[in-house]
């Protein structure tokens, strides 16, 4: 049974078990989506727990017009920019790796002379988890509206069209923004050696 098809059963009947199959279909993808704008599981589970609350509120006012995808992740994006307008004066956490607030770095030497510096699965977790901060500062580098764009085709897996539809943007718009993500992304990464 196809998502549309579940989400009008759930209409019609209100079974707690159609809804359900609904959020173990979409779940992860949706807690990916969030994570890729926050880099917090926690707040990411509530905003997906948000999201489905609101799925499943307004479940009446449903009408099949595009994938429920297109539909969920609508409601994603605009749960997104509220927590976005309403957290955007509060101070943001500080790494240890970011210097502390009277501008002196914090010293990282005592945590990492720990590590074996001799053990190549050390070494090698290292640089992947050093890889990986290096993507998400450079996620956070991109414009609101070429990371949406990126975060929903790439790792969503939307098609250009669904993107286009749930943003409410033209498709050549999303390829526009597209683009011009995947080059910034690229030069913000140049010097990365994976």
Request: charge should be neutral.
């Amino acid at each position: 049974m196809s998502d549309e098809d579940l989400m009008l059963e759930f209409q019609r009947n209100g079974k707690d078990e159609v809804f359900s199959e609904l959020v173990e279909r979409h779940q992860q993808g949706l807690l990916n989506f969030f994570y890729q704008y926050c880099w917090d599981r926690f707040l990411a589970e509530d905003l997906c727990q948000e999201v489905f609350c609101r799925v499943f509120a307004h479940s009446h006012k449903y009408v099949v017009s595009a994938k429920f995808s297109t539909y969920m992740y609508r409601i994603a994006r605009n749960l997104w920019i509220d927590y976005v307008r309403a957290h955007k004066n509060r101070p943001r956490p500080i790494s240890l790796e970011a210097e502390s607030h009277d501008g002196a770095r914090v010293d990282q030497l005592e945590l990492r002379s720990r590590v074996p510096q001799h053990d190549p699965a050390v070494d090698d977790g290292l640089r992947a988890r050093e890889a990986m901060e290096h993507v998400k500062a450079a996620l956070e580098r991109l414009p609101a509206e070429q990371r949406m764009v990126f975060v929903l085709a790439k790792h969503q897996g939307l098609k250009y069209s669904e993107v286009a539809e749930t943003l409410d943007i033209p498709v050549g718009t999303v390829r526009s923004r597209m683009h011009a993500a995947i080059r910034k992304l690229q030069s913000l990464l140049r010097g990365l050696n994976t």
